[in-house]
């Protein structure tokens, strides 16, 4: 449903106040209620005037109170039917507990109880004691439901307010487990590489050892090179897994080797396996790719698939590869739609931890409703000439 606009809505409670109020006064004037005052334009003009402060109730609740009270006073000493000013009055009340600060509270209750007592009891001629009691209980109402509205709305402000503060808390906390996979995975594949180096430089620094002309200072030069670069890949790689240690908090487990874009095909049979099928599309996707970008690809795949399997009721997922410029675009797209359980339930983290994957790497990554009513994640991640995938 539809909310109306906050001046919109004042309006049409100042315009509805106004004509109950032209009502109430006309009616009792058919039933000559307590032979009253006959209700003529100087009557519906103080009840128009009684009703056009309401339409700043929001800004200025106090000073409507005030102005509804002054008006009401010559309306009420002029003897005409006293309760068409309730309209007016209530709303007034109303608008003062719900939209005044606290310590302006206590000053408003007393106006708007004023608003009914002073006029009434300063028309000798009434002598309705009883009338301004009740017009007092009606104000109170009035009063006494503006802070239990105010109170609703700061207490539902407290819940989202802390909600959100849960969930962000949540963000951040998934996001940190994350970043310490991500970590993890950069050492598997750095540690691939400097174990690749290790062996290389051990091997050619024996190989040189060997050679009769070992004695040649440039050969002599080269070994100890080659053997400074094996201890120091091996310093590295102790360094690197005191690190990770550190990330998991002293209680690391041995890592297997981080999956790569080589190994799509595994994701593409896990699709299937659960009934989706998977169309992969490589145009212009380079032969040999750095190895972080190629292991957060993977990951961005494999998450992307599993938001399919678990979110969307598509039987059919594409996957597109592809190089533009110095940059690997990946795109995941499904045709849907989402479960209808999965518009009950709240969003997930696998798209935070997606986007952080891609930015880790400095790429950039977008997901959200596509063209053809399904999902599609799109990821853009750079290609550094450097770290590539070592053979």
Do not use: C
């Not at 993890?184 to 290389?200: F, P």
């Not at 040189?208 to 201890?231: V, Y």
């Not at 990951?299 to 039987?315: C, D, F, P, Y």
Request: proline content about 6%; hydrophobic content about 50%; charged content about 20%.
């Amino acid at each position: 449903m539809m909310a109306l606009r906050p001046s919109v809505a004042d309006r049409l409670l100042a315009a509805a106040a106004f004509v109950l109020g032209v009502v109430v006064a006309i009616t009792l004037q058919a039933v000559d209620f307590d032979g009253e005052r006959s209700v003529d334009l100087w009557a519906i003009a103080l009840l128009g005037a009684m009703s056009a402060p309401l339409l700043a109730r929001r800004r200025r609740p106090i000073l409507v109170v005030l102005a509804v009270l002054a008006v009401s006073t010559p309306y009420h000493i002029l003897d005409y039917p006293h309760e068409a000013t309730m309209p007016a009055s209530l709303v007034a009340a109303f608008a003062a507990a719900r939209y005044s600060a606290p310590p302006r509270r206590a000053a408003a209750v007393l106006l708007a109880v004023a608003a009914v007592t002073v006029p009434v009891l300063a028309d000798e001629a009434s002598g309705a004691p009883g009338d301004a009691l009740l017009g007092v209980g009606w104000l109170l109402m009035a009063f006494f439901a503006g802070l239990a509205v105010r109170f609703h709305e700061n207490w539902k402000a407290a819940v989202t307010a802390r909600v959100e503060q849960e969930r962000a808390d949540e963000v951040e906390r998934r996001v940190a487990e994350e970043r310490v996979l991500i970590a993890a995975e950069l050492h598997d594949v750095l540690a691939h590489g400097l174990a690749v180096a290790n062996v290389q430089a051990s091997v050619a620094a024996h190989l040189i050892d060997q050679l009769p002309t070992r004695g040649d200072a440039s050969l002599q030069e080269l070994s100890s090179t080659l053997h400074n670069l094996s201890d120091t890949s091996r310093a590295t790689l102790h360094e690197l897994r005191a690190v990770l240690d550190v990330l998991h908090g002293g209680e690391a487990e041995p890592t297997e080797p981080a999956p790569h874009l080589g190994e799509l095909q595994r994701l593409v049979e896990m699709a299937e396996a659960a009934d989706v099928r998977v169309d992969v599309e490589a145009d212009g996707l380079p032969d040999e790719l750095p190895s972080t970008v190629s292991v957060v690809a993977y990951r961005i795949i494999q998450e992307s698939l599993t938001n399919v399997i678990r979110h969307s009721t598509a039987k059919h997922a594409t996957v597109r590869l592809g190089q533009h410029g110095r940059r690997l675009q990946i795109a995941v797209i499904d045709h849907g739609p989402a479960r209808p359980s999965s518009t009950v339930t709240p969003a997930g983290f696998g798209i935070a931890g997606m986007r952080g994957r891609a930015q880790a790497v400095g790429g950039e990554l977008s997901a959200g409703p596509g063209e053809s009513g399904g999902f599609e994640v799109r990821a853009s991640l750079p290609l550094p000439e450097i770290w590539r995938v070592p053979s």
